[in-house]
C-alpha cells in the first residue's frame, strides 16, 4: 500500500487539529499488526482507521474487524475501497463515546496507530473498558508511553503511571522514527502491549481512582494534606511522603485503608 500515493490521489490534507500523522511504512505496518497476534476466531478493533495501512493486514486474517474513524473525510474514503468486506464493519465516530460492551463480545483485541490528541483520554478509556479487552497494541508517542510504565520517583511519573501499571500487564515493543510518517516528525513513536491483570486488590476501585488524582492533583504536597488527614501513617504508608514516591502496589495499600477507615467513620 502506497500511503503518499493515497494521500496525492485524494488530495487529503492531514488535519493537525485531530492529530493526524499517518504511518508510511508497510514494514512496521506488519510488525504492528504481527504483534496482535491474531487467531481464528478473534475479534479486533482498530481506533483510527486513517487510510488503512494496518487495516488492510488485519483483514487478511480473515477475523472479524471493527474500524473506528472519526474523520468522515478517511472514513467515507474507505466505505469506498472495502464495499463488499463481508469481514469488516466500519463506524465514523469518536471512540471515547462508544462502550465496548455494546459490541457484544467477550473480548476483543485492540489495536491503534493513536492520534496523539486523544492518547491519554483513550488510556482511560481502554481502562473503563478493560472487562472486554483481550490486549491492546498501540502506537503513541515516545513520551507518552514513557509516561505509561514510568516508575516512582520520576518527573513524568503521575497518576496514569499507576492506574495503567495496576490494571494491566504492560510490554514495550519498538520505536518508530518520526519520518516513516507523513506529514513526518521529529517526534518517537513507541508501541506498546496492554494485556488486563487478572487478580486485582483494590477494594474499591472508584476509592482507588480517587486517591490517586486527588493526589496527583497536588503532587508536591505530601499525602495527609492532600488527602486531608491529621495521622501520620495510614495502611503502613508515611503519610508526610509526595505522591511520586509511590508505586501502584503502595497506592492500593494507602486506598484499602483509606476506604476502611471511612467506613468506620
Keep these: 500500500m502506497k500511503v503518499k500515493e493515497l494521500i496525492e490521489e485524494h488530495s ?19 510488525r504492528i499488526v504481527e504483534e496482535c497476534n491474531i487467531k481464528t476466531g478473534d475479534v479486533v478493533l482498530e481506533v483510527g482507521t486513517g487510510l488503512g495501512i494496518l487495516t488492510e493486514r488485519i483483514l487478511a486474517y480473515g477475523v472479524k474487524v471493527y474500524g473506528v474513524e472519526k474523520d468522515s473525510v478517511l472514513y467515507g474514503l474507505l466505505v469506498e475501497r472495502y464495499k463488499g468486506m463481508s469481514n469488516l ?34 488510556l482511560y478509556w481502554v481502562l473503563e473498558n478493560r472487562g472486554y479487552v483481550d490486549s491492546c497494541v498501540l502506537t503513541l508517542q515516545k513520551e507518552v508511553a514513557q509516561r505509561v510504565y514510568a ?25 518508530i522514527s518520526g519520518d516513516l510518517f507523513y506529514p513526518s516528525s521529529k517526534v518517537l ?27 496527583f492533583a497536588h503532587r508536591r504536597k505530601q499525602l495527609k494534606n492532600s488527602l486531608g488527614l491529621r495521622v501520620s501513617i495510614l495502611g503502613g504508608i508515611d503519610l508526610s511522603r509526595r505522591p511520586e514516591e509511590l508505586s501502584w502496589e503502595e497506592f492500593v495499600r494507602l486506598s484499602n485503608a483509606y ?5 468506620e467513620r
Design 12 to 30: 487529503i490534507v492531514p488535519r493537525k487539529s485531530m492529530g493526524q500523522n499517518f504511518l508510511t511504512s508497510d514494514e512496521v505496518a506488519v
Design 89 to 122: 464493519f466500519l463506524m465514523c465516530g469518536n471512540i471515547l463515546y462508544i462502550r465496548l460492551s455494546d459490541f457484544g463480545y467477550r473480548r476483543i483485541k485492540i489495536v491503534s496507530n493513536l492520534p496523539y490528541s486523544i492518547s491519554s483520554d483513550f
Design 151 to 175: 516508575k516512582p520517583g520520576s518527573k513524568i511519573y503521575g497518576s496514569i503511571s499507576v492506574l495503567v501499571q495496576y490494571y494491566m500487564e504492560i510490554n514495550r515493543l519498538f520505536d
Design 189 to 215: 513513536s513507541q508501541v506498546i502491549v496492554l494485556r488486563p491483570k487478572e487478580c486485582l486488590s483494590a477494594i474499591d476501585e472508584g476509592v482507588f481512582f480517587n486517591v490517586v488524582h486527588r493526589v
Design 259 to 263: 476506604k476502611e477507615r471511612e467506613d
